[in-house]
């Protein structure tokens, strides 16, 4: 299995900057997506941006667009997510998310759609 580790999370003032990373380990040669996912208490998980591992194909939520940007480095198999603007109302445990082996992907934006997760970080933003 490939393991997720995420990090970068903590506590900002409203328009601070954070950079989350999420480092893979294990079985990571199959690695077909990474993704960011948030979920605030009481609120279902909710996309945030995506990466496709084989060439830089990024998607977006509209709401993080012009904010936020997703980066990855293969060779060091993580992904980052540079927060930029932030506003209390991002506050949420932010997780990382794989997919992983071959075969049709129906929506990126979908967390189902992968196989992995890592524990999270928490991104609190204070007015």
């Known amino acids: 299995q490939v393991q997720l580790v995420e990090s970068g999370g903590g506590l900002v003032q409203a328009g601070g900057s954070l950079r989350l990373s999420c480092a893979a380990s294990g079985r990571t040669f199959n690695t077909y997506f990474m993704a960011w996912f948030r979920q605030a208490p009481g609120k279902e998980r909710e996309f945030v941006a995506a990466?496709?591992?084989?060439?830089?194909?990024?998607y977006y939520a509209d709401s993080v667009k012009g904010r936020f940007t997703i980066s990855k480095d293969n060779a060091k198999n993580s992904m980052y997510l540079q927060m930029n603007s932030l506003q209390p109302e991002v506050t949420a445990g932010y997780y990382c998310a794989v997919r992983y082996g071959l075969g049709y992907i129906s929506d990126v934006r979908t967390p189902t759609e992968y196989n992995n997760w890592g524990q999270g970080t928490q991104v609190t933003v204070s007015s």
């Open positions: 990466i496709r591992w084989t060439g830089d194909m990024t």
